[in-house]
């Protein structure tokens, strides 16, 4: 062949690359949000979601983490909105050829799933821990889709979907993709209906969803924080270079990361303990929970002064 021919065929190959990554981006609305892939270690990567209320920020406010293989990609979590996943997938094609074959859910909830659809509809293998049934099955799932489809429009939309996991873990397990070890912690429910964690053995990175909060106020919501609690005072840290959380930003001292969730949990717990032996009204209760959360979160005053009626809600806060 000779180098015109050559020259021909090369164009034709750039020209057919270009059009199906076209093609490939029109499937999702674009995502305008700043997203930046940052390193933790050797073969892991993730971006970090801001600080906000579950619709802020184009659905952005959770993290999503990429451990890279000689065979290929094991993606945790998949953000909130499909076009958040495919932004996502964009900056990882940016950094390795190698395709995501594994998408490892830490749990349940929308912030975490929306994005599945494009990893699966790329091929890959959806796992899951057991209990994600009661999240995905019950009327809460479809009812927050629907809400999603308006309050996130237009990048959730008619053509958002919820996926069911290809593999449910119901006890730790582990597994071997090309030069990297995964370990999976089953961990019953806690922060949701079914979580679990996962650490990259070769490089001591532990991503644990949404049990750790960093820098942030858990979400409790309907959790088992008693079961929760539990499993943080046993969370062994000895051979932890770095965590990455479900929401905040990754800890490169696991010890406090852990210690900041464990205290929340446990003064909650104990307020609401108090307000049931004393027969406090409920009222009472939370707003002494709040106040507890604006005294050790001081950007959480900042964040609701910023929302819609916010400084309102402050000014009506006795603490």
Not at 112 to 141: M, R
Not at 180 to 188: S, V
Request: proline content about 4%; glycine content about 6%; hydrophobic content about 45%.
């Amino acid at each position: 062949m000779n180098d015109i021919n050559l020259k021909i065929v090369f164009v034709y190959l750039i020209l057919l690359c270009g059009l199906s990554s076209l093609v490939y981006a029109n499937n999702y609305p674009v995502s305008n949000v700043t997203m930046n892939l940052e390193k933790v270690s050797e073969h892991v990567y993730y971006v970090q979601g801001p600080a906000g209320v579950a619709t802020d920020n184009e659905g952005f406010i959770s993290n999503a983490v990429a451990v890279i293989s000689n065979k290929g990609i094991i993606v945790i979590d998949s953000l909130g909105t499909p076009s958040l996943a495919a932004l996502f997938l964009e900056k990882l094609k940016a950094i390795t050829v190698q395709p995501v074959v594994k998408v490892i859910v830490t749990h349940y909830h929308a912030d975490h799933i929306y994005g599945l659809q494009v990893f699966k509809e790329q091929g890959a293998s959806i796992i899951a821990p057991a209990g994600y049934s009661d999240y995905l099955e019950g009327p809460n799932a479809q009812q927050r889709l629907e809400e999603r489809r308006f309050s996130l429009e237009p990048w959730v939309n008619d053509d958002t979907y919820l996926v069911i996991p290809d593999e449910v873990i119901d006890k730790n397990t582990a597994f071997t993709l090309g030069d990297i070890d995964i370990e999976i912690n089953y961990l019953g429910s806690a922060h949701s209906d079914g979580d679990l964690t996962v650490f990259v053995k070769q490089d001591n990175v532990l991503i644990t969803g949404d049990i750790i909060f960093e820098g942030r106020v858990p979400f409790t919501g309907s959790a088992d924080t008693g079961h929760w609690l539990s499993l943080l005072e046993k969370l062994k840290t000895k051979n932890i270079v770095a965590l990455v959380p479900g929401h905040g930003g990754a800890a490169k001292d696991p010890n406090a990361a852990i210690q900041l969730t464990l205290r929340y949990l446990q003064q909650v717990r104990a307020i609401m303990k108090a307000a049931v032996d004393e027969l406090m009204p409920f009222a009472e209760a939370y707003e002494e929970a709040v106040c507890l959360n604006l005294k050790n979160y001081p950007l959480l005053t900042l964040l609701i002064a910023a929302m819609p009626m916010g400084s309102i809600y402050l000014s009506n806060v006795r603490c």
